[in-house]
C-alpha cells in the first residue's frame, strides 16, 4: 500500500501542481467547444447539460470528466497554500474535504450525462446538485481562509466568494445563461489562481 502511494505521489509530482488547474480549464472549455460546434442550432439558452446528449456528447463528457478530476489535483495543492499557517484548521479541513467531494461529482456528471432513461437522468441532476452544494461551501471556507491569511491577495478571497454567489443565483433561478456564468466563473476562479501560484512560485 506505501508503495502505491509512492508511486502516485511520483506521478503527481512530475509536473507543478498549479498546472492540473491550468489544464481543468482548457479541458473544460476545450470539450464545451466541441461539443457546441458539433450541435446544430445550440445557443446559451440551452441548458449546458445538453450537451452532454448532443452529437458531441463524448467530447463534453469527457472534458468533464477529466475538468473535475484535474481540478481535484489542484486543489490538493491550493489548499495547502491556503492553509499555511491558519488558525482555523478545522474550517480548513471541512473545506478540503468539500472541494474534493465538488470535483469528484462533477467527474460523475460526465459519467452519467443527462438522457431519457430516468435512472441516469436522476443520477446527473444528483450528481450535479451535490457538485453545486459542495462548491458553495467549499468556495465560501477558500474565502474566509484567503482573507484570513497573507499567502494570496484578497483579490481570490472575493473571487471566489463571487463565484459561490452566482451558483447560489443559478440554483435559486435556475436559468441556463446563469448556468453559463457559474461555469465561466468557475473557470476563471481555477485559471486565475493556477497562474498567480506559478507566477510567484508559491
Known amino acids: 500500500m506505501e508503495e502505491l ?9 512530475l509536473i507543478p501542481a498549479p498546472v492540473y488547474g491550468l489544464l481543468s480549464a482548457v479541458v473544460g472549455i476545450g470539450g464545451d467547444i466541441i461539443a457546441i460546434a458539433l ?12 450537451l452532454g446528449a448532443g452529437p458531441g456528447a463524448v467530447y463534453f463528457n469527457i472534458g468533464t470528466f477529466l475538468s473535475g478530476f484535474l481540478a481535484m489535483l489542484f486543489y490538493l495543492y491550493l489548499i495547502k497554500v491556503i492553509g499555511r499557517g491558519t488558525q482555523y484548521p478545522k474550517i480548513h479541513k471541512v473545506g478540503r474535504f468539500f472541494a474534493i467531494n465538488s470535483c469528484i461529482f462533477f467527474s460523475l456528471v ?3 450525462p443527462t438522457s431519457l432513461n430516468m435512472m441516469i437522468f436522476v443520477l446527473h441532476g444528483t450528481f450535479a446538485l451535490i457538485s453545486w452544494l459542495s462548491a458553495i461551501i ?3 471556507i477558500f474565502s474566509f481562509l484567503i ?6 491577495p484578497k483579490f481570490f478571497g472575493y473571487l471566489a466568494l463571487i463565484t459561490a454567489i452566482i451558483i447560489i443565483v443559478f440554483l435559486l433561478t435556475w436559468i441556463p445563461i446563469i448556468e453559463w456564468m457559474v461555469a465561466l466563473g468557475v473557470t476563471v476562479w481555477i485559471t486565475l489562481p493556477s497562474v498567480y501560484i506559478l507566477y510567484r512560485k508559491i
Open 5 to 13: 502511494k509512492t508511486y502516485i505521489l511520483i506521478i503527481y509530482n
Open 39 to 50: 450541435f446544430p442550432g445550440f445557443t446559451l439558452n440551452h441548458m449546458i447539460s445538453a
Open 110 to 112: 460526465g459519467v452519467f
Open 138 to 140: 467549499y468556495l465560501s
Open 147 to 152: 482573507f484570513e491569511n497573507k499567502v494570496i
